[in-house]
């Protein structure tokens, strides 16, 4: 398996691969067309490769910055049959678990799976079938079904990890000002 590519559903087709909850998915992963780290836009029942780079478009000058716009033309990718794209909801809540393994325990996180089959013909998408599409819900009975045992968010580890997940989150510090001795404020 090489690395996947990347579908980025747009318009209508995003609003029905969305997960149990409802929710929009902004982007899928598959394997099932170049798998090579490529992305493709699914906009009108048809797929459309992003080209990696693009023609320059005339720069111009906002608020003190030099905005240099790219148009990129999205080529028209033709495939036929099956192609499955997978995706996790990061808007549903993520599920905690544990389980002994041995003398360790082990501890989990996952989000609700979002996987659908795009049934392509001569490059014109007739059918979507969801494979797997859950809920949180979904998630916690799966994971019992394996053996874990659901944990709140108030668990140590889960505590934990919020933390964790929090600190790479979190957004950059707030421009700090301080007062020259003379002159005017300046920006840190
Ligand atoms: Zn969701």
Not at 71 to 92: D, K, N, Q, T
């Amino acid at each position: 398996m090489g690395t996947p590519d990347d579908v980025w559903p747009y318009g209508a087709i995003a609003r029905r691969l969305v997960c149990r909850a409802g929710h929009a998915i902004a982007s899928f992963q598959t394997h099932d067309l170049e798998d090579a780290c490529l992305h493709y836009y699914l906009v009108g029942g048809r797929l459309y490769e992003l080209p990696r780079d693009g023609k320059l478009g005339p720069p111009r000058l906002e608020r003190g910055r030099l905005v240099v716009p790219v148009e990129r033309i999205a080529h028209a990718y033709v495939p036929s049959g099956p192609v499955s794209v997978l995706a996790f909801c990061y808007r549903c809540r993520e599920v905690f678990a544990i389980r002994s393994v041995g003398r360790h325990r082990r501890f989990t996180t996952w989000n609700p799976v979002v996987e659908y089959e795009l049934c392509f013909v001569a490059g014109k998408l007739r059918r979507i079938v969801p494979k797997q599409v859950e809920s949180s819900d979904d998630v916690r009975k799966r994971l019992r079904g394996e053996g874990w045992t659901i944990v709140s968010r108030r668990h140590p580890k889960a505590v934990a990890h919020l933390r964790e997940c929090a600190r790479w989150e979190a957004p950059l510090p707030k421009r700090r000002y301080i007062r020259p001795k003379r002159g005017r404020w300046s920006r840190l």
